[in-house]
């Protein structure tokens, strides 16, 4: 059998993994912030920059900057479906990478108590398309929270970036608000480089990653356009 050498019970060839399509981050079991991990075993070298990926999904994004990038980086991805975790997870391990962590984390109650134990410098956070949660009563169930906007500014290093995309406008605005509201530490990129510039309302006109997450490629098959901004850090900031 092809997965013989890992006989996990959620990875045996041929089962349907059943994966739950959302879950409601303010039920009390996703409200105790998730303990990090010991850096040390999850990564080859914990002292090396660290792009985390909130609502990391299939984490296919991440995998794909694990091997391809040349960055010398580590990849972190937070995802509150457990299932998915454990699956991406699988994956790492059969491809054998030691730069890149998935973990069951509601990225909203846990960034601060994992990011701020990492021994290495934040370079990157992104945030890519985040379930819009469209009624108005819902919107405290969006990832992006004042709290979580906080401590990723917080956390990052000097020089380091915020990357937020959405397919849905009024979810890109509204976590865009959060961020342009601290431009006294938070520079907004309008120009990646002479082919990678901003619209006249300020959105990215394309992905500055080199490759696509899955919503974003799905909503783009589509036809939707996708909102992106991103940021930089410019001065440190003292809570
Ligand atoms: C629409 S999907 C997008 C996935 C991926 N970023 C992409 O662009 O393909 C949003 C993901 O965020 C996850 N998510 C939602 N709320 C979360 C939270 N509070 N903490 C961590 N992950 C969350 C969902 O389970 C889902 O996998």
Redesign the pocket.
Known sequence: MFYQSHPSSIMQRGQHLRIRQH?N?LSSSFSEPTEPPEWKEVFEDPMLPLMVD????SGRFLIWHAKNSGERRNYLG????QK?VDRTQFWVNELGLRNVYFMF????VSFERIVSTYPGPLSLVSI????PHFKKRHHKRR?LQPSLADSIIKNLSLGGQVLIQSDVLEVAADMRERFDACSDVLEHIDCVDKDLQCDKEGWLLDNPMEIR????IHAELEGAIIYRRMYQKTRDVYY
């Open positions: 879950v981050p909130i609502g990391c999904g937070l995802e509150i479906r998915l984390a509601n990225a909203t890519l398309c985040p379930d990832v997450t899955e919503r974003e």
